[in-house]
């Protein structure tokens, strides 16, 4: 039986990993898998996650079962960070944690199924997982036009979406920092999709994965806090895979925000019925390490810290990658200074990214987007005169 598989080709992304490793050239430049990079183009471990780990390490006296909403001490001190300080919602909010955010799209998209949505409607290009787990979950996916040429939201796809939508219909939208574009809805665009999906009956599903990367912990989640102050109900994915740099750690957090108070135990319920037959139980010890950082105050000032010097660092990449704009024309390298997060689309052909990676040794994914952690003082002018010699400049 097991013969009648057909063989699926390697995820493309997380293949570059492995490629990028295999080559031996010393000068080559990781611009692919969406991990943060320090100037030396390391991915430390943070400093307040190592100081919670050594705390969990000395204090922990039990690695015994949770239950399948997971830490619920983590999934807690998240919210008012996330829903700001009148977090309980007048008690329509409630969370669990998940195997990483994917876990908590997966979530969403299989909990949104079991009540009646049919479609999922997602911007493109977007984090080609996303998909993928529409497909695999078994619900129809539509799509609407995320970024314009010029390197803004196009707004108006979305409304016109929301506005012919069906009683049935979710969409999907990135909360910040959108992977792969960068290009996020402005604040007033926040408040127009608000107002959109309020009347709608849509259910807004919001992937909040990069939080605290782009402009600030605040900025980012103001448009996702627009649109709860004004919908019925919502769904919402968090990851803290790059917030804490706690990847392979795999740690999530999935939000339900009911109708009502009243709807909230049977929502639950649900989602603790998925969570149970896809993983039973989230893995423990990176959310355990982020509640410790969350309920002491030092190392949230840490963490905070930290936070801020990756955002910084990645903005000053993206104002120097933007500088370099006559050096490479037609690539748009001036509208990254005002996009947010990792990432960012370089319109290159398929043969210009091959050449990138086999010319040049600079990995990138197939879609033109790179990361923009992966750059530094160091390696930009490399990367900016290797743009110049594929695109002819
Ligand atoms: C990315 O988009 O690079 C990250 O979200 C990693 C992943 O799992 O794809």
Redesign the pocket.
Known sequence: MLDQLDAQSP?A??ALIKMHAQDPREDKIDL????YRTNDGATPVFRAIKAAEQKLVDTQDSKSYLGPEGDTGFVDALKPYIFGKDAAMGGRLEGMQTPG??GAVRLAVALSKAAGVQRVYLGTPS???HAQILEDVGVETGTFRHAAPDGTADIDALLDVIANARASDAVLLHGCCH??TGVDYTPEQWDRIADALADSGVLPILDV?YHGLGLGLEEDVAGVRKVLAKVPEALVAYSC?KNFGLYRDRVGAFYMIAKSADDLPAITSNANALARANWSMPPDHGGAAVRTVLRDDALTATWLDELAEMRERMRRVRERLAAADNDVPGLNLATLAHQNG??AVLPLSKDQIVSLREDHGIYM?GSGRI?VAGLHEGNTAKFIAALADVTGN
């Open positions: 995820d992304l997380l692919g898998v969406g991990v955010g994917t984090w080609p997982n992977n792969p994965a895979d990792l990432f994914a990361n």
